[in-house]
Each structure stands twice: as structure tokens, then as C-alpha cells.
């Protein structure tokens, strides 16, 4: 006998469409590169769900191989990858494991890219120069990425980059907590909310705003010839005896942070606390954040840091609860834009 379908009929009224409806339901499952183990299997459990099985292997030659050891056919795919060291074999992975779940007849495949590759080259600022930032978009979208999902981009206009949705999310939420709920009192009324440089005083602002707190900024120069170095020239704001939470996005080789951080103390500040997003951590940056001018550093867990890049006075935060909340979401066709009050 054959398989009773129901049926929709039209109805101009109310705007909907004739049609049949399928008796498969729509089914979420979250799989993960080798980049951050931890991250991915936090993402899942805090959805209430397992890993998908996916079969890596790193060939002598140095080829990548993924396979999905499960069938993924028809299912709302989320691909959890981040971007630490090294940046171009994870990138390579998850190109390969979007080729194979797009082979594998997933219906639609989301990358979650906590921290997104190549997002400093998202602008010519000389001449001959690439947009890899463009390139890396172009690549996850040719290779079979439907959606990226990505925490604090250094630059919006990196969504544009990208031919579909980009939902872009905010770790101030996650930051801001922790802050609400440890700062002492004498630090909360002594706060200034410092941006370390021009680029990021409109976030800077909304941390203002959010705590109530006076807004400083750091006028720095960068020569841009010379990779990873620069000189800080003045503050505007008042920083003399005030408790100075430096906000940024990330962290590299932590010359600006702590350049920074050395002007204020300079300045008459009491303390000073840095707040990013992505602790990239390239070296000297362990060594140089146990500068004397920095009181305490936190991060999230965007990428892994192993023991090495870890230090006394650092505090690591879980991103997995702000992803899964997104992913859901995205899943259930909610809003992400909700979860940050109508700013994403």
C-alpha cells in the first residue's frame, strides 16, 4: 500500500501555500573538528545532546581526511571549529568536513567559528595587499557552509563577506556577568571603562553604558610595516585613581594591552583589568601579560589555550552556554538578536 501523505490546500486568505508535508521533522546535530575538543563536547551538552561520530585522520603526507560515521541526511548540521594554532590545517578540516557532510546530504550545514580565521586582513590598508578575511568567507561557502555563526568579529563588516546569513555574537553578556558579580564596591565606584584604541571605542561604549561608568580612550600609532607593534601617545578621559577595565576583542602577542595598561598606571591609575573576547596568545604573550601594570586578565575559552600560555591572574570563561543558546535559536527559527537585546 502506498504511504499516505497530509496534505496543505490553498488558502489565500490567510497567505499559505498548497503543498504536502513530510513526515520527517527537522533534526539538530552538532559535530566538531579537532581544534577544541572541549568547546565542542561543552556545545553539546549544554544543547542536551551527544556528538555526532566523525572519523579524522592526518595522513604521513599531511592530508586531511574527515568522514561522518553516521548518516547526517537531512539534518540541520552545526559544525563546531575553532581557529587556534595551527590556523590553516583547522581551516583546511573543516573545508574537507563540509565537503563530506554536503555529500552526506545534510540539509542545512551552519560553521560555528567562535573565533573567525583571518579576520585582521579585512580591509587593503596598502596596496597588493589580499582580503583574506573575503578569501576564508568565499571558501566556506563554495565548500558547502549554508550559515556562519561567529563571536565578536574584529570587524562587522566581515558579514558582509560571506553570501548568506552570519549571525554574529557578543561575549560582553558572558564578561559583563562575571564583572557585575566580582568587582568590589570600591571598584565599581572608581570605574572607567577604557577603549585601547579607536577601532574599539564603540563597544568600549556600550560597556559604559551597561555599567555606568565614564569612558577613557587610548590614542595609540601603529607603523604598518612593522607586524605586532605600537606606541601609545595620549589618553582622553580621566584615569587617575580609577579602577580601568581595558575591554578588546583579542589578544595577540599582547603588545598593545600591556603598552596600554603601562600608560594608565603612568597616568595615576589604581587598577587596571583587561577584558577580550579571543586569547590568541601568540608568544611573548603569557610573558608579557604578567606585566606588573596588569592586575588581572579575562578571557573566554573562543580557543584553547594550553597549559604553557597560562598564567597566575588569568581567568578563563565559558563560551559553550552562549553558543548552544545561539545554535537553538538558529535551529528553532527564533532570534539570535533577542539574546542581546536587539543589538546583534
Known sequence: MGRKKKTVELDRDNGVAPGLVAKTKKRLVVAGGRSHPELTAAVAAAL?????????????????????????????LFIVQSFGEPVNEWLMETLIMLDAAKRASAKRITVVAPY???????????????????????????AGADRVMSVDL??????????????????KPVLLQHFEETLTAEDRE????????MGRVRVADTWSDSLDAPLAIIHKRRDPKVANQVSV???????DGRTCLLVDDMIDTGGTIVKAAQALKENGARKVIVAATHAVFSDPAAERLQDAAIDEVVVTDTIPLPPERRFPGL????????????????????SVTSMF???A
Open 48 to 76: 542536551g545532546t551527544e556528538l555526532a561520530p566523525v572519523e579524522h585522520r592526518t595522513f604521513a603526507s599531511g592530508e586531511i581526511y574527515a568522514r561522518f560515521e553516521v548518516s547526517i541526511r537531512g539534518c540541520d
Open 116 to 142: 573567525y580565521p583571518y579576520s585582521r586582513q579585512d580591509k587593503k590598508g596598502r596596496g597588493r595587499e589580499p582580503i583574506s578575511a573575503r578569501l576564508v568567507a568565499d571558501m566556506l561557502k563554495v
Open 154 to 171: 574584529h570587524a562587522a563588516q566581515i558579514q558582509g563577506f560571506f553570501d548568506g546569513p552570519v549571525d554574529h555574537l557578543f561575549a
Open 190 to 197: 572608581t570605574l572607567t571603562i577604557v577603549s585601547p584604541d
Open 233 to 239: 601617545h595620549e589618553i582622553v578621559g580621566t584615569v
Open 315 to 334: 581567568l578563563i570563561l565559558p563560551i559553550a552556554p552562549l553558543l548552544a543558546t545561539a545554535i537553538r535559536e538558529v535551529f528553532e527559527d527564533g
Open 341 to 343: 537585546g536587539g543589538d
